[in-house]
């Protein structure tokens, strides 16, 4: 059974960090393609970073390039990502997606709330 648990969400102000990480389990990490996507009230679900775990290619939203940075750990199956200089527009609830063979998988998210 795929199980995706993020965690490290919460309210920060404006030009603050955080960094959300997502443990990964029921299928072969290091095959797969995980990604953060964000959905924020009344806008439609967006991809944020993407990383193709085998060869460490990574791929970044516009929006978010320069300020975020998505890595993954193999050893504990888990991949991150490291919000710096958030603005309010990046309020929403972040998801983390795996990609595999067998299919595609969503966590059920964590909270991330850029207000002063």
């Known amino acids: 059974q795929v199980q995706l648990a993020e965690s490290g969400g919460g309210l920060v102000q404006p030009g603050g960090s955080l960094r959300l990480s997502c443990v990964a389990s029921?299928?072969?990490?290091?095959?797969?393609?995980m990604s953060w996507h964000r959905q924020a009230p009344g806008k439609e679900r967006e991809l944020v970073a993407s990383s193709i775990v085998a060869g460490g290619i990574t791929n970044y939203a516009d929006s978010v390039k320069g300020r975020f940075t998505i890595s993954s750990d193999n050893a504990k199956n888990a991949v991150y990502l490291e919000m710096n200089s958030l603005k309010a527009e990046d309020t929403a609830l972040y998801l983390c997606?795996?990609?595999?063979?067998?299919?595609?998988?969503w966590g059920q998210g964590t909270q991330v709330t850029v207000s002063s």
């Open positions: 997606k795996a990609s595999t063979s067998r299919g595609s998988y």
């Open positions: 029921g299928f072969t990490f290091s095959l797969s393609i």
